[in-house]
Structures are given as structure tokens and as C-alpha cells.
């Protein structure tokens, strides 16, 4: 698996950005991540569309969009599904259709694989979520089980951490004290 330190692999795919007619599609790619001077990136994955616990959290992630736009980061959801099953989920799913973020499409694997995300059997992605830096390195990795959702909101604290470019102890939440 890609991990810290790292830098994000370059990419250039196919995204679902809308359901509205004639305006549903673009294209995302390695570079839309460091184009603009320090805006973060939090990617998370998940493993199919039409499931159960993925809805969940994409809402979620959704519903913190104003979060992540006030700490000047960029949200990308991705899968190995297609931008034409993600236009189809989004307008059959009513947590989903008013989406904020762009939901890529990793249809070849090829990005999946080369961040070593996918599952043995199913080649899917596991639930992993990449908080990357303004320079496209990596500066955090979280993987779950397929059957359990991740928490926003520590994806969130461990950015307003990581953004801090300071030392955070344990359980740190912004506004506390950093040590010296």
C-alpha cells in the first residue's frame, strides 16, 4: 500500500461531478491535486456502488463539505465502478444526489492497484481514505474492513493536525495546545 511520505501516484481519470443532463462528467487527474498552492486533498475510497455501508459514509463526507472547504481541501471519493454507474447511483440514492465532490472512476484498477488498495478476491478497493499535501505527498493512510465505515470527523482532526505543521498529542483536537 502507498503510504507516508509517499508521493500520490500520478493519475488521469474520469469522474462523476453531477446528474444534471449534458454536464455529468470530467476528467480529474495527479495534477489537479497540487494546481493550486496550499490546498490539501482528502481522497477516500470505497468498495462498490449500489451497497450498503458506502452510502453512509460518501453522505457523510457530504454533509462535512464546508469543513473541508474552510481547511482549503479538496474532497475526491473514488471506486473501481464506472462515472456512468456513479451518475446512476447518484440519481437513484436521494443522500447522494446533491453531492458536492467529484466521485472518480478507477474502471482500469490501474490507480487502485498501484496505491495497493484492492481486495485479493474481488479486486475492489478497501476503505481507505489519503489525506495528501499541497505537494502531492501523502501524509496519512487509513484502511478498514469492507464492513465497516471510517469516521469524518477524525479525518478531519488528524487534518487540522497535520495542517498545524506542529507536534499534537494524543486525542488533539483543533484549539488545544501543540507541544513544544
Known amino acids: 500500500m502507498v503510504g507516508l511520505g509517499s508521493k500520490f ?17 470530467t476528467e480529474i487527474n495527479s495534477d489537479d491535486l497540487t494546481n493550486t498552492p496550499g490546498r490539501w486533498t482528502v481522497m477516500f475510497w470505497w468498495p462498490k456502488d449500489f451497497t450498503f455501508v ?3 459514509e460518501i453522505a457523510a463526507f457530504n454533509k462535512a463539505f464546508g469543513e473541508f472547504k474552510d481547511r482549503d481541501t479538496q474532497l475526491i471519493g473514488a471506486s473501481t465502478d464506472s462515472e456512468f454507474v456513479h451518475a446512476a447511483w447518484r440519481r437513484d440514492h436521494e443522500d447522494l444526489r446533491d453531492l458536492k465532490f467529484p466521485m472518480l472512476a478507477d474502471t482500469s484498477k490501474s490507480l487502485s492497484e498501484e496505491l495497493g488498495i484492492l ?9 481507505v481514505t489519503y489525506i495528501i ?22 479525518v478531519l482532526r488528524v487534518l487540522d493536525a ?7 498529542p494524543c486525542n ?5 495546545a501543540t507541544l513544544n
Request: net charge negative; glycine share 6%; charged share 35%.
Open 119 to 127: 481486495t485479493a478476491d474481488e479486486k475492489v478497493a478497501y476503505r
Open 9 to 25: 501516484p500520478i493519475f488521469k481519470k474520469k469522474a462523476c461531478i453531477s446528474i444534471e443532463k449534458g454536464k455529468e462528467f
Open 54 to 56: 458506502c452510502p453512509t
Open 172 to 176: 488533539w483536537t483543533k484549539g488545544e
Open 162 to 168: 497535520l495542517q498545524t505543521d506542529e507536534l499534537c
Open 133 to 154: 499535501d499541497p505537494d502531492g505527498m501523502v501524509r496519512w493512510v487509513s484502511a478498514y474492513d469492507l464492513n465497516v465505515g471510517r469516521n469524518v470527523d477524525e
